[in-house]
């Protein structure tokens, strides 16, 4: 682009040839993750996509949106910038399993002061990566560049991810019956939630991001910001094969506000702690924190970044087919009848 016809908007504070840039240089990442679907390529007012209606009587579009929040301060602080983009996928392709859907395709937004190239690379990056693993494409996505919005240094990310399912296919909870049982599938870490206090105990605890996490062998850096774990390929496997009656999304707001999401009003989880292995990061944050495992369980996921709720005779295969996927997998809990209309829906049992 010509000097003379950009350089009102540069001394703005806008840089037209960074972002010109930045698109020549994910080009290349981001085709790497088009599916058949794909029509168009980036660069374009809109992405194209064609969906395979092949085999579904009803199909249904499935949307969801969401961000990374203030775990990006930790990505900022450590300037470590190729992970955030993997929770950003997560956040959304994760929700929208839940109701059974396919992913089909992503968009991203990164918002920032001043466009760094190399950053905008790294995070873009990781966005691809979380498009591949969850089988789905990055059809498009916005850069802007708002000089004086963001302090040096910083941006923000939204994203937003697009499904399908056939209408009879939807998993709704609405079939969740007494008797049936709760299988918690493993978190990777924190995932993307409960960072505005898990940034005010790492400043309490005095240790720097290349300590090693207190119970692990990795540096505090890498264990907080570990991405977001993606279930797509494992939904998709068990959906295949068996009537699965619900799922969780663990985010924020933990078991206790997640959970009853998918419940008919009639039931109540309880869950067992102690099931599944709680990962050493959530036993320091208590400790650091003083807090009880039930707060610990309203604002974290504590190694339960999933939850599936199948019927009893399912269980002993599907835990069987978890374990053949080198899926971490527990059976937490059950369900049982609601003992009121006022009676919480989720009971966790301590010992």
Excluded at 84 to 94: C, E, K
Excluded at 122 to 130: D, F, I, L, N, S
Aim: one cysteine or more.
């Amino acid at each position: 682009m010509s000097e003379d016809r950009s350089r009102a908007y540069t001394e703005a504070g806008v840089d037209i040839n960074a972002g010109n840039a930045l698109v020549d240089r994910i080009k290349h990442v981001v085709a790497d993750t088009h599916t058949k679907g794909v029509l168009s390529d980036i660069g374009g007012f809109g992405g194209l996509f064609k969906p395979d209606l092949s085999g579904m009587e009803e199909p249904v579009l499935v949307s969801g949106t969401d961000g990374v929040g203030t775990k990006l301060k930790l990505a900022f602080m450590f300037d470590k910038h190729d992970t955030v983009g993997i929770d950003l996928v997560a956040m959304s392709v994760n929700d929208i399993l839940v109701q059974g859907a396919k992913p089909l395709f992503f968009l991203d937004y990164f918002a920032t002061g001043k466009l760094d190239v190399d950053k905008a690379e790294q995070v873009v990056a990781g966005v691809a990566a979380g498009c591949r693993k969850s089988k789905m494409a990055l059809l498009g996505g916005e850069t802007a560049e708002m000089a004086d919005m963001y302090e040096e240094g910083e941006y923000d990310l939204a994203g937003f991810c697009v499904g399908m399912v056939d209408n009879a296919n939807i998993v709704d909870g609405s079939n969740i019956r007494v008797g049936d049982v709760v299988i918690g599938i493993g978190s990777t870490g924190i995932h993307s939630n409960g960072y505005t206090l898990v940034r005010k105990l790492f400043e309490k605890s005095g240790l720097s991001g290349d300590d090693i996490m207190p119970g692990t062998d990795k540096p505090v850096a890498e264990v907080l910001l570990e991405p977001t774990a993606i279930y797509t390929e494992t939904v998709n496997v068990l959906m295949r094969d068996f009537a699965i009656k619900g799922m969780v999304h663990v985010t924020g707001g933990g078991f206790y506000d997640n959970i009853p999401r998918v419940l008919p009003s009639s039931v109540a989880a309880s869950i067992t702690f102690g099931s599944w292995d709680v990962l050493p990061v959530f036993k320091w944050l208590k400790e650091q924190g003083d807090l009880s495992w039930p707060e610990m369980l309203q604002i974290f996921n504590c190694g339960i970044g999933y939850v599936l709720i199948v019927s009893a005779n399912d269980k002993d295969e599907i835990m069987s087919r978890l374990e053949a996927m080198h899926q971490d997998a527990w059976v937490i809990g059950n369900i049982e009848k609601r003992s009121s209309k006022d009676a919480e829906q989720v009971d966790v049992v301590f010992a």
